[in-house]
C-alpha cells in the first residue's frame, strides 16, 4: 500500500510514529457439543467462578482507573459490575445452560440479545450496547481461558488499532510504550478519548470503515491534533510528526524570542494529576479545583486533611506558585453533606463565592484555616489562593476580611501561618467590567475562559446546541479578556488564565499578544504551550492581538490567527 | 407506596446516574420497581439492564414503587439520587 491518509477525529494535540497492532478481543467459539454430552450443574459452576473472576477484574480495572485518570471515569465500572449481576442475565445464561449450551455459549447468546435490543432502541442506547460487548467479551475470555491481549505490555512503538476501544482497553494502555490508538468508531467525548488526553496518548477515533484496510505491522503517523492518520508515511512526514512528539519537556520556566517570562502551568483536580503536571514541567499549579477534596463522600474533609493536600501540592514543585481555588460548589454539583438548593440555572445561582460567603460559612472558614497553614508550612511552590465567581467588590472584601480574621485566630492561637498571594477568578462579565476597580484589592486575576465565554455569551458550556457561541474565539469574549488585562495594565497585578483556551498552542502568540503573563492548561500540552512561548515575539504578538480584536466575527478571528501561521 | 419524580440528571437514567440508582435499590430491602410517570409498565429498580433500558431521559417523570419495611427510606434514597444533577467536570 503506497503512501495515504485516513482522517477521523483527533482527539489530543499530540503526533506519535509507531507500527499497527491491531486489536480484536472478541474471541471466536468452536461449535458447541451435542446438548446431551452438557453437564448443565458443571457449566453453571463454571459461570459462577467466571462471574467472580470477572468481577475481580472490574474492580482491579476501577482502581487503577480512578487512580490514573480520575474516579468519574472510573465510575464506568461500576455500570459494568451492575450489569454482570443483573438478575436478567445471570437468569437468561442459566436458562440457556439449561437448555443445553455450554457456558460460554450462554453467555454469547444471552449477551447478544440484550446488545441487540438495546442497539434498535438507537441514541444513547449505543453506550450501553458497547458496555454489553465489553462485559460479554471479558466473561467468554476467561470462560475458554482465552490468552488476554495484554495492552499494558505491548513492543514500544505500537499504534493500537481497534473497532473500539473499551474503557478497560484504554486504561491498560502504557504512554510509555504506545505511540497512540485509533479507533474506527468513538467521537470527541466517548471515554476512549477522555482517557486519551488524561494519559497524553497520541490519538484518533471514528475513522470508519477503511480503517480495517490499514493491516498489522504497517508504519503510520498518529496527528491527534488533525484527526490524520498517515499510512506508510514518508520520511518527511515522520520526522515532522517525530519532532512534535518530542516536544521538549522543559522543567525550568520559559521566556519569549525577545526575554519576558510567561509562567506556563497546569491545572489539577486530584492528587493523581500532579504527577503528570511535574513530569510535563509545568512551572507549578495554575488551578487546584478544590471541589475535589469535598465531592464523592460522606462529609467535609477536615482542616489538616485539606492541610495535607495543599502542603503536598506545594511540595510537587521545587519553585513557582500553586494557585488553590476555594470551594466552587453549587447547584450543579451534588454534595451529600451540604443542602443545596433546588435551582431553575444552577450555572447563575447561588455558586462558588456566594455559597462560601453564606450557607457554607463553616466550611469556608475550615478551608481558609488550612490554606493559611499550609502557606506558612510548605516547602517548594508558594501557595496563592483564588476566589471564584466574584462579581462585586463587596464579595471581594468581605472574603479578604474572613482571610484576615482567621490569620488573626491562628496567631493567638500560636499556629504557624502566612497570609498566601490573593486573587480572584474572572469568569465573570461583571467582573472583566470593573477589573479596574478588583485591581488594587488583588495580586493577581485568572481568567476562567470556559465559565467567561458562557456569561458573556450566555450560552451553556457543554450544550451542543450553542457550542458556536459559547467558544473563547467569539470576539466579545477576546475583548472581555482584553479588558481585564488592560485594567491590570499599570498595577502590581498580574493576570493569568486557566481553561481550555490558555491550553490551545495556536493561541499562544495571542494571549502572549493579549499580555497574560501566566497561563495554566491541563498537563498535556504543557510542553507544546512552553515551545510556543520561546517562538514567540512579543511586537509581533501585540500586532497580532490588536488585529484580531479588529475582527468583527469569531470567522474573522480564526482567518486572521490561521493566515498568522 | 409510590412517588412521582421528576428525573434531574442531564445524562437521564445512563451511566453513572443509572448505576447509582441501582446500587441504592439493592441496599435495601424493600422491592422496588419504576417506569414513566405516563405509563402502567414497571421493571425492578434492581436491575441495571430494566433501568436503562426504559430510556428516561432528563426533564421525565418516573414513577417509583416501593414494597417492604423500609420502604420509604428506599423511596427517599432514590429520589435523592433522580433530583440531584450530575457533577460537572
Redesign the interface.
Known sequence: MAERTLSGIGVTPLSGVGTVIWYRPDADLPEPPEPEDIDAEAELARFEDAREAAEDELETERARTADRVGKEEAAVFDAHIQFLNDPQITDGVADAIEGGLPAEHAVQETFSSFVEQFENMGGRMGERADDLRDIRDRLVRVLSDAERTDLSSLPTGSVVVAERLTPSDTAQLDPERVAGFVTVTGGRTSHAAIFARSLALPAIVGVGEELNAVEDDTEVVVDGETGDLVVQPDDEQKEAAAADTDVEIRHDPVETADGVDIEVAANIGTRADLGPAVDRGADGVGLFRTEFLFLDRESPPDEDEQFDAYVEAAESFDAGRVVVRTLDIGGDKPVPYLDLPDEENPFLGERGIRRSLGPDADLFETQIRALLRAAGSADGARLSVMLPLVSTVEELRRAREQFESVADDLTEEGIVHEMPEFGIMVETPATAFMADQFAPHVDFFSIGTNDLAQYVMAAERGNERVSDLGDYRQPAVLRAIDATVSAADDTDCWVGMCGEMAGDPDLTELLVGLGLDELSMSAVTVPQVKAAVTETDTEDAEALAARVLRAETKAEVIETLTENQ | MERIVTVVPE??L???P???F??TANEFDADVQLGRADSDGLA?A?????V??L?VAAGEDVRLVAEGDDAEATLDALEAIL???????
Not at chain 2, 46 to 50: E, I, P, V
Not at chain 2, 83 to 89: C, D, I, L, V
Request: glycine residues 12%; aromatic residues 0%.
Open positions: 445524562d437521564g445512563h451511566a453513572r443509572a448505576s447509582k441501582v446500587e425492578p434492581a436491575s441495571m439492564l430494566a436503562t433500558g430510556g433530583s440531584t444533577p450530575e457533577a460537572k467536570q
